[in-house]
């Protein structure tokens, strides 16, 4: 158990719909970051919140967009999905600073017919 | 990019024998973290090295950190049918400040009983 939990665990949507994933972060970590993982492959930085702002973004065009609330819980939209948006989602949380572990939920299975 | 290269990318052994995985790195890092991630779930932090770090044990787990070359190596001693996973490195660089994390693809190791 690492404490992190996401919601739902899988989900179906069709091609140009929008979705939106949760994340509630291990107690005390008010550093978030989401990540994607197509299959087959490492995940990939999304973007990473910290006290409510965006802190860093990875490679993902705009249509991918995030929030973080004030007990750090955390959600990701994706807006105008499409087929290669099928993923599986993955939110990290952490204290913030160098050094320290940081822990994953189980994800959330996204498939975009 | 992926930051991250494991080496192997596939390695099958039998219950009981030792598991050596490599995983290489292009720039400077604050830290290095191990995870497994069994099929299609979230992923199981295992390890953390820090940069002016050179060996760490957990259990069975060994780790050692080769900063002059970049590399990073992890060994899992008298393996068990449970420890069937994939297996990712990922690095924590400094060009992009704290706790974003850079994955390789991933080794994907089969223990056979």
């Known amino acids: 158990e690492t404490g992190v939990t996401q919601s739902p665990t899988h989900l179906i949507k069709t091609r140009g719909q929008q979705v939106t994933l949760r994340c509630s972060s291990q107690s005390g970590h008010n550093t978030v970051s989401w990540y994607q993982q197509a299959l087959g492959q490492g995940p990939q930085f999304i973007f990473q919140y910290y006290r409510e702002e965006e802190n860093g973004r990875g490679n993902f065009p705009p249509r991918f967009s995030g929030l973080q609330f004030p007990n750090y819980s955390s959600e990701l939209n994706v807006n105008a999905l499409e087929l290669d948006d099928s993923a599986l989602y993955l939110c990290?949380?952490?204290?913030?600073?160098?050094?320290?572990?940081?822990?994953f939920g189980e994800g959330s299975w996204l498939t975009v017919v | 990019s992926q930051q991250g290269e494991e080496d192997p990318q596939a390695l099958s052994i039998q219950e009981g024998e030792n598991a050596t995985m490599n995983c290489s790195y292009k720039?400077?890092?604050?830290?290095l973290q191990w995870y497994r991630q069994n099929s299609g779930r979230g992923l199981v932090h295992l390890i953390l090295?820090?940069?002016?770090?050179r060996e760490k044990h957990s259990g069975r787990l060994r780790v050692t950190l080769d900063t002059s070359k970049k590399s990073s190596s992890l060994l899992i001693t008298a393996s068990r049918a449970a420890d069937t996973a994939s297996y990712f490195c990922a690095t924590d660089l400094k060009i992009y400040g704290n706790n974003r994390l850079a994955f390789g693809k991933g080794n994907q190791v089969v223990v056979i009983p």
């Open positions: 090295i820090r940069s002016n770090e």
């Open positions: 720039t400077s890092i604050n830290n």
């Open positions: 990290a949380s952490s204290f913030p600073g160098q050094g320290n572990t940081i822990y």
